[in-house]
């Protein structure tokens, strides 16, 4: 049980674009979910938290104009990465959590993202 | 102010050397304490959840104790298998993630 999917597990593209990936809880609801960034041989950062039918709340220095969260439904959450540049290239994480406090979370598999 | 520490940084044991990895925390009113594995590439996986001082879980060759400063992971007679990153997490407001601990073992 738990488990978390991420799509794509990985993306390339040109700078200027916007890319979207979607984070999904398959076998449970989830009516809380995060997005961390990880840079190499770094620790995760939490970029955002994001309940069902509600706005997200960014962490300090992070652009909500930019990272687009939306959180949909209790199994769908989605972050959008708009006018991607190179600095925004990084490996994404998201993960989701039933229930509120201090349930523990479960991670999804991450998604790479490369701009170019 | 980190919220959260873990030390070492880095490990490198002989398979079957055992050892400890430690997390430290400065938040008080923790209700919660977590171990994650996180594999190069990948999103952590879940191991321990702690809840109060005292509090003991095993898992295979892991072993997670909290006291009321900090929380240990204990390895046992670790194989090649167990080399990762292991996190910990403690929630007081919200989650505060430690830097991590690189455990490399070697055969």
């Known amino acids: 049980g738990a488990v978390v999917s991420q799509h794509p597990s990985w993306v390339i593209c040109k700078s200027g674009t916007s890319v979207k990936i979607e984070c999904r809880s398959l076998?449970?609801?989830?009516?809380?979910m995060f997005w961390y960034r990880q840079f190499p041989k770094q620790s995760l950062m939490l970029m955002a938290t994001s309940n069902e039918g509600s706005k997200a709340t960014y962490e300090q220095g992070v652009e909500k104009d930019k990272f687009l969260i939306n959180h949909a439904s209790l199994t769908l959450s989605t972050l959008t990465v708009t006018s991607a540049h190179p600095e925004d290239s990084s490996f994404y994480i998201c993960?989701?959590?039933?229930?509120?406090?201090?349930?523990?979370?479960?991670f999804g598999p991450g998604t790479r993202l490369t701009v170019l | 102010e980190d919220q959260v520490t873990q030390s070492p940084e880095a490990l490198r044991l002989q398979e079957g050397e055992s050892s400890s990895l430690n997390c430290s925390y400065t938040v008080s009113g923790l209700r919660g304490l977590f171990w994650y594995r996180q594999d190069p590439g990948k999103g952590p996986e879940f191991l321990f959840t702690l809840y109060s001082a005292g509090e003991e879980k095993e898992k295979e060759r892991l072993k997670a104790t909290l006291t009321k400063k900090e929380s240990f992971l204990h390895i046992t007679a670790p194989k090649p298998e167990d080399s990762a990153t292991y996190l910990c997490a403690v929630y007081f407001n919200k989650f505060y993630f430690g830097s991590g601990t690189k455990l490399n073992v070697k055969p």
């Open positions: 076998d449970f609801q989830a009516t809380t």
């Open positions: 993960s989701a959590r039933s229930g509120q406090g201090i349930n523990e979370q479960f």
